[in-house]
């Protein structure tokens, strides 16, 4: 898809930071980072979602370059986490499979505040009902 963000950046038409790359997939630091280290995983072919693609060995691919970043970065025995975000439910912003490599806190702030906004609303949501069987 030509006008995807991600795949012009596997094509080299968008400046990144590129830390890894294939033939297949292209790793860059993440320009938003919601960790000390984040790292996008990015399949170069185009897929909607990762419900989309069938490839095993293209996302086998994406598992073993997991580990090769954190074997890359040391941080093969200190630990990391790996995300893959699907559908908009599911947090995907950007329509073009890719793998969130993260390390360093526990549990980073951006991801701390999609879990909060989701208790605020199921307060309310609970607070409605309970309002609404009480007048019933």
């Known amino acids: 898809m030509s006008d995807c963000i991600f795949c012009r950046i596997g ?3 968008v400046k990144s930071d590129i830390v890894l790359e294939s033939e297949r997939l292209i790793a860059i630091k993440d320009i938003n980072p919601q960790a000390p280290t984040h790292i996008l995983i990015i399949p170069k072919a185009h897929y909607g979602t990762l419900m989309d693609c069938d490839d095993k060995e293209l ?48 549990s980073s702030a951006g991801w701390d505040k999609t879990r909060r906004r989701k208790k605020v609303w199921l307060r309310y949501y609970r607070a409605r009902f309970a309002t609404a069987a009480a007048c019933s």
């Not at 990391?80 to 806190?105: D, K, L, S």
Request: no cysteine; hydrophobic share 35%.
């Open 59 to 106: 996302l086998a691919e994406m598992i073993e370059t997991a580990k090769a970043l954190a074997r890359k970065l040391g941080l093969d025995k200190r630990g990391f986490r790996t995300v893959i975000n699907t559908n908009e439910e599911g947090g995907q912003t950007v329509f073009h499979p890719h793998m969130h490599f993260m390390a360093g806190e526990r």
């Open 11 to 13: 094509r080299k038409e």
